[in-house]
Structures are given as C-alpha cells and as structure tokens.
C-alpha cells in the first residue's frame, strides 16, 4: 500500500495527495513545538578522519567539508566524531571544552541530535567554566546508526562505551527535555560512574494519567502517532523536514505561534531560528525512522522505574512549559527518592535551558 493509500485510509478516501501534504504538513509545523530546542550556530563542519569514510559521491551530494585536525591547538570543539560499537553500529558524538575539564554527557532533546548542544553555548562557556561536553546522537538520530528494536533501557551500554573509548571512569549528566529518561535509566543502572544527574524541562511517562493533559492537542496527537501509526508518523516527519527545508519561514511561524511567551521570545531571534532549522535537519538526515522511534519510545510506557533510582537527581522545570508540562517535573521529583526540584515562573521549554544552563553545568562540575 503507497502512502497516499495509507493517507486516504486514515483520513478519508476524498483526500487528494495534495490534500495530504497539506494535513500532514500542518502536522509537521506544530511538531515544531517538539524541538524547542536547538543547533549548530554555525554551519555544520566535519573532520578529516570523518570525510576518509565517506564515499565521494556522497560528499558531493551533501557538501562534506572539513576542520582542523582534532588535535589543533587552535579549536575546543572536536565535532563530528564517531564511534564503531560491537556489532558495527555506529554512535556519533561531539565534544566541546577543555580535554581535562570535568566530563559532563549531554543527552539531547526528542527528536534531536548533538547539534542542539550548540543552541544553548556560544563555545566560551566550556572553557570558562573548565567543563567537557560530550554530546552523543542517540541511534538512528544524526550521525549514528539506526537500532532496530531498541528500548531506552539500551542506552546506557552506548554511554560506557563511549566514556571508555574516552577514558572517562566518571562523569556527569546533563540531560534537556526528551533526553530525560535516558538520564534517568543511566542513574539506575550505572550509578557507580556517575558522579551528579541534571535533568532541565525533561519528561516524564506519559501513561501517567494528567501528565500529558497540557501538552497542545494536535502536537500530543502526532507524538502519540508515532506509536499508534508508525507510517504516518514517519510520513509527517518527512513533510516536516521539507518544510523546514523549503519553507523555512512559515515553519518557524507555525512553531512560533504555539509557543508560551518566554518561548516566542528566543525563537523570534534570526541566529536561533537558523540553529533551530538545521537541527531539524540533521534529526532527520538518514530518514525519518529514527525519529520516529525515539518519540514512540518517549510517550511509550517506560521499561523501568524511576522510583527505584538510588543516586541523586537534580531537577529545572518552567511553569509554562507547553512541551514537557510543569506536572512532569513535580511527577519526577515525587518519584525519584533522592532528588531536589527547582520551578521556575515566567520560564518555557528553551528559555529555561538557555538561562539556566550556566548554573547546571556549575552544579555539574562542582
């Protein structure tokens, strides 16, 4: 069955492909809403060791281009990078920030990628504070590879392999909206390399009855998609991604115009919307398969507790938050037993990260 089929069965045998674009399309702008978070503030660049893996062919197609080497003196990003997981599978990630900074692991957004990072430091902050960002692609998401099957409970095996391939014995986590469970399952499950967890404007289980209630109806229905219609989400995902490619302009007006105030506020300046674009992108640069899994596996129930979580977590939640609503946090912070919440009035999804991420990441590396 080709989609347009899959599309009239679901909306109506009237509608015409265009007619689909059209719904599905207004789908992916509010959808928008779901990565109030982040990018690459400047343009995407790649290392040496990167481009000698790729074929020539497909540089050309994307435009491949190349940095410093990873050593020079002169960069404190070391972008890009990938590592091979048993199995073949691919994690790529970036770093920013002194090599003898304290590690800190940054989980992005859902669906996201490690660019997002970049939405929230300039670069001069990891030097400043002596902090080591690493920011991994969660599978399927940017440069890593898709996961067939994977859980969030896989994820914290992606993470210790990475931190060994660092040599990193511990390290902290900070964690922003989507990524909240992935912080979550790596405080119970690997508590002994952690040394501290934050988690800004995370979410929470969505089986748990009034979390999701402030969630704007029609972005809660194309979360709950990707779990209920995996095609249709993935459809809608890839008419997203044309929009923001295309017409990038009505996109950030959709986006915009269901945003809370604090929210518009940082999505109005130009730099922002230009990050905010390419992170789409890059989400949704090897398919829209990837994410979609990562939002089904986001309002699918969770495969673990929170409550049993032994070590401390450490919780920034926005009063007027549309994204990840306020009650996910307090559901959080009742759930986990040792963890201290921080609320916040007058904040959003993006701007409480973009105003807070300094004290987090103090909190971090203290």
């Known amino acids: 069955m080709d989609a347009l089929t899959r599309a009239q069965a679901y909306l109506g045998p009237q509608v015409t492909p265009l007619g689909a674009f059209r719904h599905c399309y207004s789908w992916g702008r509010h959808i928008g809403r779901l990565h109030a978070h982040s990018t690459l503030a400047r343009g995407e660049r790649r290392s040496p060791e990167d481009a000698d893996t790729v074929p020539v062919s497909i540089r050309r197609l994307i435009g491949y281009t190349l940095t410093e080497p990873l050593d020079s003196p002169y960069r404190m990003s070391r ?30 957004g859902s669906p996201s990628t490690r660019l997002e990072w970049n939405l929230f430091s300039n670069g001069s902050l990891e030097t400043r504070l002596n902090v080591r960002v690493i920011a991994p692609d969660r599978p399927g998401l940017g440069r890593s590879d898709f996961q067939p099957g994977r859980r969030i409970a896989d994820w914290p095996a992606d993470v210790i392999a990475l931190a060994d ?9 900070l964690a922003y909206s989507g990524g909240g469970p992935y912080a979550v399952v790596c405080a119970l499950k690997i508590p002994e390399r952690l040394t501290r967890v934050a988690i800004v404007s995370g979410t929470a289980p969505f089986d748990e ?20 219609k995996p095609w249709l989400s993935k459809l809608t995902l890839r008419l997203m991604g044309l929009g923001a490619r295309y017409a990038p302009r009505g996109f950030i007006r959709g986006v915009i115009s269901s945003l809370p105030p604090p929210d518009r506020a940082l999505l109005a300046d130009p730099d922002f919307q230009r990050q905010f674009i390419a992170v789409i992108q890059d989400a949704l640069r ?44 307090r559901y959080m912070a009742s759930a986990i037993p ?3 919440a921080y609320i916040f009035p007058g904040e959003g999804h993006l701007s409480l990260m973009a105003k807070s991420v300094e004290e987090v990441l103090n909190v971090l590396g203290a």
């Open 79 to 108: 972008i890009n990078q990938h590592l091979e997981l048993p199995g073949g599978r691919c994690l790529g990630y970036d770093e920013h920030g002194p090599l003898d900074g304290t590690p800190v692991f940054y989980f992005h």
């Open 286 to 329: 090897a398919g829209s398969s990837g994410a979609q899994w990562d939002t089904a596996l986001m309002v699918s129930p969770w495969d673990f507790r929170p409550q049993d979580i032994k070590v401390a977590v450490q919780l920034w939640h926005g009063e007027e938050d549309t994204n990840a609503p306020v009650a996910m946090g």
């Open 209 to 228: 009855p009034g979390l999701s209630a402030a969630i704007n109806p029609q972005s809660l229905r194309f979360m709950q998609l990707s779990h209920t």
């Open 165 to 173: 391939r660092l040599e990193l014995s511990s390290f902290g986590i």
């Open 338 to 340: 040792n963890s201290r």
